[in-house]
Nanobody, 129 residues
């Protein structure tokens, strides 16, 4: 089992920044990919980006590319989501997720919620204009 706890959400004005953190504990060695997703009211859970524990560049959804940055600290079992130039449409509950396996599809990997095995409880991000 892997436990994930997100933190860092809050209320921010459009154009501002927030940094989300995801603390992983338990059998973290069993996870290969860490992902960030978000879900706005009445909408499906949406892929934001992901990163492998083993290295390589993160991958981002087009909607956040150039504004969001994912990083990791393997020693601390932490993953971060730095969100800049926030927009009201970024308002959602943000979830951290861990996948045991790397699942490749169309040149990308682990972009679907069902490809992840463990989820955090989520943290609310609200962007007002």
């Amino acid at each position: 089992q892997v436990q994930l706890v997100e933190s860092g959400g809050g209320l921010v004005q459009a154009g501002g920044s927030l940094r989300l953190s995801c603390a992983a504990s338990g059998r973290t060695f069993s996870s290969s990919v860490m992902g960030w997703f978000r879900q706005a009211p009445g909408k499906e859970r949406e892929f934001v980006g992901n990163i492998k524990w083993s290295g390589g560049s993160p991958y981002y959804a087009d909607s956040v590319k150039g504004r969001f940055t994912i990083s990791r600290d393997n020693a601390k079992n932490m993953v971060y989501l730095q969100m800049n130039s926030l927009k009201p449409e970024d308002t959602a509950v943000y979830y951290c997720a861990a996948a045991a396996s790397i699942i490749y599809s169309g040149g990308y990997y682990n972009t679907e919620p069902y490809e992840y095995d463990y989820w955090g409880q989520g943290t609310q991000v609200t962007v007002f204009s």
